[in-house]
């Protein structure tokens, strides 16, 4: 008899649970129907974290408003061009905290490295890296000197060349923070401080990289800083030594 009773209780619980959840989903599904709707950017495929976001890998979508996520994009052109930092799976909402512009963070070198370019590493002392005072954001134009000798055993003459102008500092050392415009960065120092890094990170297009590198490996490098306010290139041509006397 008390078999019975258990059973025919659980049974009726069942009952009322099953009707309990049919009628929560119902309501749910209403409220979905008839609630506001707004657009939202999904991922229409799995994306990897490192993933650079192209058109074909997000679309939009409309859901009711109550259940979007307050940092999801609501603009396909904004999500677009934008760099994941995690996974993202397919279907799911493409959060602002979840994504960077490249070139525009503090994540590390890789995502602040801006698109077609590399970071290629100078090493530097305090006089050819304009005497410690480089920040991250930086401009530089490089000035590379260099012995040369002609094919025949000749004398040897030495060159100097502005080889690449206006070029962004990603990193002094280890340091990826740039200066804010209080004049100073997170935990940085102020803007007046002297830094005492060996190295120098230059954002540059492969083909820059060429003659930075033999520079730096063949010859001597020395980094003039820019103003902000000058984005001038400058036509140049090779100095030699006997030139100083030409100079007025």
Do not use: C, W
């Not at 940085?188 to 120098?200: F, I, L, M, N, P």
């Not at 103003?227 to 290139?233: G, L, R």
């Amino acid at each position: 008899m008390k078999l019975r009773t258990v059973i025919t209780a659980a049974v009726i619980f069942g009952l009322l649970t099953a009707v309990f959840v049919y009628t929560y989903l119902n309501n749910l599904k209403k409220s979905m129907d008839h609630g506001e709707k707004v657009k939202v950017v999904v991922a229409k495929q799995d994306l990897q974290a490192r993933t650079l976001i192209t058109a074909a890998m997000v679309e939009e979508v409309e859901r009711p408003k109550e259940f979007v996520h307050a940092q999801a994009f609501s603009d396909l052109k904004e999500a677009v061009g934008q760099l994941t930092l995690i996974p993202v799976v397919s279907g799911e909402e493409l959060l602002k905290s979840q994504v960077v512009r490249p070139g525009e963070t503090r994540q590390g070198l890789a995502y602040r490295v801006p698109v077609g370019k590399r970071a290629v590493a100078v090493a530097v002392n305090e006089v050819s890296g304009v005497g410690g005072m480089l920040k991250p954001g930086d401009r530089v134009d490089v000035v590379a000197t260099v012995d040369l000798t002609d094919g025949k055993g000749g004398d040897k003459k030495t060159y100097t060349v502005v080889s690449l102008q206006d070029i962004e500092v990603l990193a002094v050392g280890t340091n990826l923070q740039e200066t804010s415009p209080g004049g100073k960065g997170d935990g940085a120092s102020s803007d007046t401080k002297k830094t005492e890094s060996k190295t120098v990170t230059l954002a540059v297009t492969v083909e820059q990289a060429r003659p930075l590198v033999i520079a730096a490996e063949r010859g001597a490098i020395r980094l003039m800083l820019r103003s902000p306010a000058d984005q001038s290139k400058v036509s140049t041509s090779p100095f030699e030594l006997h030139d100083l006397l030409q100079v007025n």
